[in-house]
């Protein structure tokens, strides 16, 4: 059984920048990234992949294997290509969806066991809800609300309301939101009061990240706000909302605090956004970005 387990789609990305202007093609996608993340993290932490793509992008998933990730691959007719636009401000971003895969189903995983399941939800119909229903009576969930708050309509990816976020909130353990989700999801303005009211609604841990801000974590009734270490140069931002949530349920399972997992997953991201692709630094970089800030 793995400790913590990563179910999403691996995606084709092109990711277009303006600083430099480059357009990249790669591969993508919040198990793309986090797999990788925990492939560059000491291997203390029993960690496994399950993924749903087409047979065009099976060699990402040998390339993760011969990594030492433990993956579960099923094959898809297409698979979810994501175009990734980036203004100056790398905050600012607009997106399309060139092509979409099948949502992931109870069959596929009825046998696969963790402590802890991160959804890695790309669009909203990635998980039913008694998809994330049925996982919550195996493991703790674990979820990136980005997905659930986009709406594709031809190819623009458009933002959308969470219609069924009371009923899987209280089955989720672990939720992770970015400052515009945690607006639409709540309608508050102030980020204590929103991270409180998704509290409220089931969540055990309420994660806010704010970019450049940093990020905000409720948990047992306190508040724990953690700084975004500044990159040497901000390069390519895709994938850090999903570096942040490895190195956040790496944290947790070493028995790391709130507050040292929210500065261990900070610390991922600021290493993360000084290059395009998936993270690929040590524990020692991130012990040293951390150790130069305090």
Same mark, same amino acid.
């Given at each position: 059984? #793995?400790?913590?387990?990563?179910?999403?789609?691996?995606?084709?990305?092109r990711i277009i920048t303006q600083r430099p202007p480059k357009t990249t093609h790669c591969a993508g996608? +919040?198990?793309?990234?986090?797999?990788?993340?925990?492939?560059?993290?000491?291997?203390?932490?029993?960690?496994?992949?399950?993924?749903?793509?087409?047979?065009?992008?099976?060699?990402?998933?040998?390339?993760?294997?011969? &990594?030492?990730?433990?993956?579960?691959?099923?094959?898809?007719?297409? #698979?979810?290509?994501?175009?990734?636009?980036? %203004?100056?401000?790398?905050?600012?971003?607009?997106?399309?969806?060139?092509?979409?895969?099948?949502?992931? *189903?109870?069959?596929?995983?009825? @046998?696969?066991?963790?402590?802890?399941?991160?959804? %890695?939800?790309?669009? &909203?119909?990635?998980?039913?809800?008694?998809?994330?229903?049925?996982?919550? *009576? $195996?493991?703790?969930?674990?979820? @990136?609300?980005?997905?659930?708050?986009?709406?594709v309509k031809g190819e623009q990816v458009l933002p959308t309301t969470w219609g069924d976020k009371q009923?899987?909130? $209280?089955?989720?353990?672990?939720?992770?939101?970015?400052?515009?989700?945690?607006?639409?999801? +709540?309608?508050?303005?102030?980020?204590?009061?929103?991270?409180?009211?998704?509290?409220?609604?089931?969540?055990?841990?309420?994660?806010? +990240?704010?970019?450049?801000?940093?990020?905000?974590?409720?948990?047992?009734?306190?508040?724990?706000?953690?700084?975004?270490?500044?990159?040497?140069?901000?390069?390519?931002? *895709? %994938?850090?909302?999903?570096?942040?949530?490895?190195?956040?349920?790496?944290? !947790? &399972?070493?028995?790391?605090?709130?507050?040292?997992?929210?500065?261990? &997953?900070?610390?991922?991201? +600021?290493?993360?956004?000084?290059? *395009?692709?998936?993270?690929? $630094?040590?524990? @020692? @970089?991130? !012990?040293?970005?951390i150790g130069n800030s305090y």
């Open positions: 059984m #793995n400790s913590i387990c990563c179910i999403g789609h691996i995606t084709r990305d996608g +919040t198990a793309y990234y986090v797999a990788w993340a925990f492939a560059s993290l000491p291997r203390d932490v029993d960690f496994g992949v399950v993924t749903s793509i087409s047979r065009e992008v099976m060699p990402e998933v040998e390339k993760l294997r011969h &990594a030492g990730i433990d993956v579960t691959a099923y094959e898809s007719q297409t #698979n979810v290509f994501f175009e990734n636009s980036y %203004g100056v401000n790398m905050d600012n971003r607009t997106q399309r969806v060139l092509a979409k895969s099948e949502p992931f *189903t109870i069959e596929q995983l009825k @046998d696969v066991k963790a402590e802890v399941f991160h959804l %890695g939800t790309l669009l &909203a119909d990635d998980f039913a809800p008694e998809v994330v229903e049925y996982l919550a *009576t $195996k493991g703790d969930i674990s979820i @990136d609300v980005q997905g659930y708050m986009r709406y009923r899987l909130l $209280k089955n989720t353990a672990i939720l992770k939101v970015n400052e515009f989700e945690y607006q639409s999801l +709540t309608g508050l303005s102030n980020p204590h009061a929103a991270a409180e009211q998704i509290h409220d609604w089931g969540v055990r841990e309420v994660i806010i +990240t704010l970019g450049g801000g940093g990020s905000l974590i409720f948990a047992e009734g306190q508040f724990y706000e953690t700084p975004a270490f500044p990159p040497r140069q901000t390069v390519d931002a *895709t %994938g850090c909302g999903d570096t942040y949530s490895a190195g956040y349920l790496y944290g !947790r &399972a070493k028995g790391m605090d709130y507050a040292e997992s929210g500065r261990f &997953a900070a610390a991922m991201c +600021t290493l993360k956004l000084e290059h *395009t692709g998936p993270f690929n $630094k040590t524990i @020692d @970089d991130i !012990r040293n970005i």
